[in-house]
T-cell receptor
Framework: AQKVTQAQTEISVVEKEDVTLDCVYE???????LFWYKQPPSGELVFLIR??????QNEISGRYSWNFQKSTSSFNFTITASQVVDSAVYFC?????????????FGTGTSLTVIP | ETGVTQTPRHLVMGMTNKKSLKCEQH?????MYWYKQSAKKPLELMFV???????ENNSVPSRFSPECPNSSHLFLHLHTLQPEDSALYLC?????????????????FGPGTRLTVT
C-alpha cells in the first residue's frame, strides 16, 4: 500500500489565486517525519519543510503554509497568491522513526501550473 | 561548487554499453543516496550509503552497481541496461547516520541525470 498519497495529479490556477496541495500519509510509527519538496523543470528537488510527528503546529513561511493534522493523517501545503515561479511538481514524503535506512517514502507528486 | 552536483546531466546509451553516473556533495554530509524517478511513479530509493558503507539496497538489479569511495562522492555504474531503465536518476545527501534510525534530516538532491537507453 502506498504510504504517501497525493491524490491531485495536476492542478492549474491563475496567478494570484491560492492553491492547496493535499498529502495523506500512512504509518504505524509514533515518531515520524514529513517533508515537502519542490521539483521545478530543471529537475532538482528543493527541500521546503520538515515536520516531526510531535509538532502539530502549523507553519507559515512567506506565501507558503502547512497544515499538519494527525487526526486525519494529512500534511497539506497551501500557496497563497500564487506566482508563475511556483509552477513545479511538488512532492510530499514520509520518513519513519524506526527505519534503519533513512528511507523516504515519496508520493507521486502534484504538478502545479500557475497561469499568468 | 555548492550543494549536490551530478554528471552527466543527460546520457543516451545502448543496451550493451557501460557507463557511470557521478554524484558529488559539497555539504559535509555523511549519507548519500541514489533514486530512480520514472514518469507517474513515486521516487524509488535504490541505494543508501552511510559513512561510505552501503546500508540499503532495495532489490535493485545487478546491472546497477554503486560505488562510494568517500563521503563526498557516489557513483552508479551501469551495464547491459534495458529500455525500461530509462529515467531520471537523482542523487541526494543528508547529515545522518541511517543505521541509527534517525530518519529526520532532510535530504538534499542534485539536478539528476536523464538517462535514455536505446
Amino acid at each position: 500500500a502506498q504510504k504517501v498519497t497525493q491524490a491531485q495529479t495536476e492542478i492549474s490556477v491563475v496567478e494570484k489565486e491560492d492553491v492547496t496541495l493535499d498529502c495523506v500519509y500512512e504509518t504505524r510509527d509514533t515518531t515520524y517525519y514529513l517533508f515537502w519538496y519542490k521539483q521545478p523543470p530543471s529537475g532538482e528537488l528543493v527541500f521546503l519543510i520538515r515536520r516531526n510527528s510531535f509538532d502539530e503546529q502549523n507553519e507559515i513561511s512567506g506565501r507558503y503554509s502547512w497544515n499538519f493534522q494527525k487526526s486525519t493523517s494529512s500534511f497539506n501545503f497551501t500557496i497563497t497568491a500564487s506566482q508563475v515561479v511556483d509552477s513545479a511538481v511538488y512532492f510530499c514524503a514520509l520518513s519513519e522513526g524506526t527505519n534503519t535506512g533513512n528511507q523516504f517514502y515519496f508520493g507521486t507528486g502534484t504538478s502545479l501550473t500557475v497561469i499568468p | 561548487e555548492t550543494g549536490v552536483t551530478q554528471t552527466p546531466r543527460h546520457l543516451v546509451m545502448g543496451m550493451t554499453n557501460k557507463k557511470s553516473l557521478k554524484c558529488e556533495q559539497h555539504l559535509g554530509h555523511n549519507a548519500m543516496y541514489w533514486y530512480k524517478q520514472s514518469a507517474k511513479k513515486p521516487l524509488e530509493l535504490m541505494f543508501v550509503y552511510s559513512l561510505e558503507e552501503r546500508v540499503e539496497n532495495n532489490s535493485v538489479p545487478s546491472r546497477f552497481s554503486p560505488e562510494c569511495p568517500n563521503s563526498s562522492h557516489l557513483f552508479l555504474h551501469l551495464h547491459t541496461l534495458q529500455p525500461e531503465d530509462s529515467a531520471l536518476y537523482l542523487c541526494a545527501s543528508s547529515q545522518d547516520a541511517p543505521h541509527t534510525g534517525q530518519g529526520y534530516h532532510e535530504q538534499y538532491f542534485g539536478p539528476g541525470t536523464r538517462l535514455t537507453v536505446t
